[in-house]
């Protein structure tokens, strides 16, 4: 008899909306891999499930895409669609209902939790002393503080997805500074830029972009901001990814490169060899690029471990990371859903797959 898997998704893996292109061909990747493996992969959403029958609607994958209906899977991989904020309630209530079945996950869904509220994760991480920005609750005096020690800040929304009521605070000359809110609007992504007298003005001007993205005071933090190597005068921010696979081992590591330019919000992603030799060249001390891929690698691993201490083993993970003008990786943030190239899709499918099988051979044997 073929194992069993399903794939917990927020979208029909045939959407034709282009902006979830990238997410439904790694989905199908999945499913094909499955199917060459000889493991039966089933991809479902939310409104698919009936708990009355035990049975799910979905799409599986033979010589192509096709429908099928099958019992609810012992094992699933939520492929972010605890994430989307669209109906969170019902779908907490969703998945209490599967964990109440028996049902394992590629990643737990605590991880979500901990990955969602930087708060948490900062915290976790600061127990393992892992390398990461100081971070603090917004207040005035916080606030304070902050722009004191520091020449750069980040605000943040202690939930925030997709940069979406980030405010970047820098100070200039003068006891100036300036202010950039990132916010999407109609899920247009738009960036506001402003100057200000640090005294005076910025609290007023800080809590009316908050007002802007439609975020509260209390629902922000505050983040050191770090000195990062740049490429072509621009922050890079790498994303470190992290998988298992087929005995559980760690399987698989890599990386992408964002640039974020002057005036855009969303980085553009670029291969990172490039810019790691770049960063090579950069820094006084001598370091290939080779070893400054070991040094995210490393802090992504550590990283990972740590997560798994609290929330139990992890299938898959993502870290944004920044390499300091001292050769060093920072822990930005932890993504439960990390995004990747479609040039990693038949990779990560293939470790997915195995790392799930490895968790339904496991629930087999403990049935004998």
């Known amino acids: 008899m073929k194992q069993q898997i399903g794939i917990l998704t927020y979208v029909s893996v045939l959407c034709p909306d282009e902006d979830e292109k990238i997410y439904c061909d790694y989905i199908r990747a999945i499913l094909e891999v499955g199917s060459q493996k000889g493991v039966d992969v089933v991809s479902f959403d939310f409104e698919s499930i009936d708990f009355e029958s035990g049975k799910i609607r979905g799409y599986t994958f033979d010589k192509k895409i096709i ?5 609810i899977p012992e094992v699933i991989y939520i492929a972010g669609a605890l994430d989307e904020p669209d109906r969170k309630k019902h779908k907490m209530q ?79 000359e003068n006891q ?21 007298v640090l005294t005076d003005q910025l609290l007023s001007q800080l809590l009316a972009l908050m007002e802007k993205s439609n975020i509260k005071p209390e629902d922000y933090f505050i983040q050191q901001g770090i000195d990062p190597l740049r490429y072509q005068d621009r922050r890079v921010f790498f994303r470190g990814m992290v998988q298992r696979g087929t005995g ?24 990172p060899e490039k810019i790691l030799e770049d960063f090579s ?19 992504s691993v550590q990283g990972t471990e740590a997560l798994e201490q609290e929330v139990g083993p992890v299938g898959e993970v993502g870290f944004d990371l920044v390499l300091d003008t001292k050769g060093q990786a920072w822990i930005i943030e932890a993504n439960s859903r990390p995004g990747h190239r479609d040039t990693h899709h038949q990779v990560f499918a293939k470790n997915a797959v195995d790392y799930l099988s490895f968790l339904a051979s496991k629930k087999h044997d403990k049935k004998n």
């Open 67 to 71: 429908e099928k209906e099958t019992t």
């Open 94 to 172: 969703v998945k209490k209902k599967l964990e109440a079945r028996g049902v394992r996950f590629l990643n737990p869904p605590a991880l979500t939790e901990v990955c969602t509220d930087k708060t948490k994760s900062y915290d976790l991480f600061r127990a393992f002393d892992l390398n990461q920005p100081e971070t603090i609750s917004f207040s005035e005096e916080n606030l304070a503080a902050f722009l004191q020690k520091y020449d750069s800040i980040f605000v943040k929304p202690i939930k925030g997805m997709r940069t979406h009521g980030m405010i970047i605070i820098k100070k200039t």
């Open 176 to 196: 100036k500074c300036d202010l950039q809110l990132f916010y999407e609007e109609n899920y247009v992504k738009n960036k506001k830029a402003l100057s200000c």
């Open 248 to 271: 559980g081992e760690i399987r698989d590591f890599c990386i992408d490169a964002r640039i974020f330019g002057k005036d855009r919000v969303v980085g553009k992603k670029v291969e």
């Open 281 to 299: 060249l950069q820094l006084k001390k001598k370091v290939s690029a080779q070893e400054l891929r070991d040094i995210l690698e490393q802090e």
